[in-house]
Structure formats: C-alpha cells, structure tokens
C-alpha cells in the first residue's frame, strides 16, 4: 500500500538558519511528488513537484527539494528560513489516475 | 487563471442538524474534484472525489454525502451531523489528465456542538 512518512512532528529553527523537513514515501512505481504548505487557518498551497527529470527541483519562496530513488525519499530544503515560513509542511505522492496520499505533516516553527 | 472557493469560511452547527458545503471552481472545464477533512493534529483525509457530473466516489464510509450537480461546483452534505464531524474541511481540484497536481481552496472551519 502507498504511504508517506514525514518523521518529525515539530521542528524548531532559528530565523536564518537552514532547513530540511523528511519524506519518504513507499509506493510501486515512481510516483509524482508534491510538497505542500499549510498556514494556521488557510488552504494547502502547492510549494513544488516533481514529475521526471532533474532531481532537484525550485520551488516557491525559496524551497528546494530533492528526490532520491534510493532512499524513496524527497525532502525539502531552504537555505535561510525566514519568520514568515512558520507554518505546516505536507508530502504527498500520487501517480496518474491515482489519488494521492498525504504525510501527516510537520509543523515548522521559527525563532526569531 | 483558476481559482477555487469555498463557503461558509466557518460554521458552527448543532448535532443534529444538516450540513451544506459548497465548492466551486473556476477558470477551467471538467476538472476532478476532491473534498478532504483535515481533524486536530492529523493530517488530510480524503472523503470524496469526482472525476465529472454526477459522478463520486467515497473514500470513507461516513455520515457524509456529496454531489455534484455542475461541471465546477461540489458539495458536502449530511443530514445529521455528528460531533465527530468537527474539523477543516478543504476542497480541491486537478486537471482531468496528465497529472495530479491538485490545488486547494481556503477551507471551511466546521464546529459541531
């Protein structure tokens, strides 16, 4: 069965320090990968996807993430975190004419 | 460009009582349709989807119902809500082919009693 695994609950990070949140993921085939950030009350906004390609893949507000096949992983990453990235991150995987399944999330806190 | 709506932003129901959530979208023509349901320190939970008019799929067998009646539009419903029915409720929509980008509207914060 499909599933997705973002290990940490919280993280905690000072403001300009770096990030990476984890997800792994168990699927049958390569599955499409999505990363999604979720402000206190709001809807899920899409950060980035990967679909082929470059492995490393930009998204928005400065994310990266990076998928390894052997590791079944794709964390995402930002160099300097900022106060306004406070917020909860989801993984998700899918693959066409499949639903996707989200992670749990991880809920990123920033000190100031 | 696509854009995604959802109302109420927030309702407080009695148990008891019918629920009515409505979902529309716009800016693009047969796009799927998903309604999730986000509880307290859990992740998404997908309920519903539907891939055209008329057309749904459950997920989980629930107190929950939805319909489509238009090419954009999708509803939550139920006649008598539960308190284990409380949570955030997100719509969301993807293109009908090539992949499964799905985009989400704001949500709608459900708070039985």
């Known amino acids: 069965a499909q599933s997705v695994t973002q290990p940490d609950i919280h993280i905690t990070v000072s403001e300009g320090a770096s990030l990476e949140l984890r997800c792994n993921y168990s699927y049958g085939a390569t599955p499409y990968l999505f990363w999604y950030v979720q402000s206190p009350g709001q809807g899920l906004q899409l950060l980035l996807k990967y679909f082929s390609g470059d492995t490393l893949v930009q998204g928005i507000k400065g994310f990266e993430a990076e998928f390894k096949r052997s590791q079944s992983s794709f964390n995402l990453r930002k160099p300097s975190v900022h106060w306004s990235d406070a917020a909860e991150y989801f993984c998700?995987?899918?693959?066409?004419?499949?639903?996707?399944?989200f992670g749990a999330g991880t809920i990123l806190r920033v000190k100031s | 460009s696509q854009t995604i709506h959802q109302w109420p932003a927030t309702l407080v129901q009695p148990v008891g009582s019918p629920l009515s959530l409505e979902c529309t979208v716009e800016g693009t023509s047969n796009p799927n349709l998903y309604w999730y349901r986000q509880a307290a320190g859990r992740g998404l939970q997908l309920l519903f989807y539907?891939?055209?008019?008329?057309?749904i799929s459950s997920e989980v067998p629930q107190n929950l119902s939805a319909s489509r009646p238009q090419d954009r539009q999708f509803i939550l419903s139920s006649k008598k809500l539960l308190l284990s029915d409380s949570g955030f409720y997100l719509c969301?929509?993807?293109?009908?082919?090539?992949?499964?980008?799905?985009?989400f509207g704001p949500g709608t914060r459900l708070l039985v009693l």
């Open positions: 969301a929509w993807s293109v009908s082919r090539d992949e499964e980008t799905q985009y």
């Open positions: 539907s891939v055209g008019i008329g057309q």
């Open positions: 998700a995987v899918g693959r066409y004419g499949n639903k996707l399944v």
